[in-house]
């Protein structure tokens, strides 16, 4: 069984912001294996981190010459600057145990099972701000994490897309594509309508 690698959300108001992208992982020093470049299809770089729990696959499994699936989270502070945090590899065929009928798939053949896609994102979180000139918005996504050892864990992502001012500060589930450096909207639906009481 082919885990899906964007889980299905298990709570309404579930905030997240998670995406698929392929590329090569080039580490910045090769002793340092945490911070580097992500370089995709079209020879696009993204400054790209490794979080932890991804960090011992990397060391253990992966040939840093080919090419994953890389499950990451996005960061950015405009349209044209965005940072990857890598959380996971998805490989179906090396690291996944799959069963005879999946062993003749291909991984984008797998991907499409799952209604997903290179670059795919899926962003949940309050509807703050947006900027119509610009076709522009951001979204605030808050830390499920209930520690309250880290700062302030809450932040926000800047979109591409064309959003009505009537469905400010709602909740939306969105799907975004990356393009180069620039996460842009594909659809979107109003999960719930609120109005936030926090800044």
């Known amino acids: ?30 002793d340092q294996l945490n911070r580097g470049t992500l370089i995709d299809k079209q020879g696009q770089k993204i400054e790209t981190v490794v979080l932890g729990k991804a960090l011992s696959l990397i060391k253990k499994y992966i040939n840093l010459k080919k090419s994953y699936f890389w499950i990451v989270y996005p960061k950015n502070k405009n349209t044209q600057n965005l940072h990857l945090q890598i959380s996971g590899i998805w490989d179906p065929q090396e690291l996944n145990e799959i069963g005879n009928e999946n062993s003749k798939k291909n991984t984008l053949e797998v991907l499409d099972e799952f209604n997903l896609s290179d670059n795919y994102f899926s962003i949940r979180g309050e509807l703050v701000y947006i900027n119509t000139q610009n076709k522009e918005f951001i979204i605030k996504i808050c830390s499920s994490h209930k520690s309250n050892k880290l700062k302030n864990k809450n932040f926000k992502l800047v979109i591409e897309g064309e959003l009505s001012l009537d469905i400010l500060r709602n909740f939306l589930s969105l799907d975004v594509i990356r393009e180069g450096n620039t996460l842009r909207m594909i659809k979107y639906e109003v999960v719930e309508e609120f109005l936030s009481k926090k800044e």
Do not use: S
Request: hydrophobic content about 35%; charged content about 20%; cysteine-free.
């Open 1 to 30: 069984m082919i885990k899906n690698p964007i889980q299905k959300v298990t709570n309404k108001l579930q905030y997240r912001a998670i995406g698929i992208v392929n590329g090569v992982y080039t580490p910045h020093e090769k």
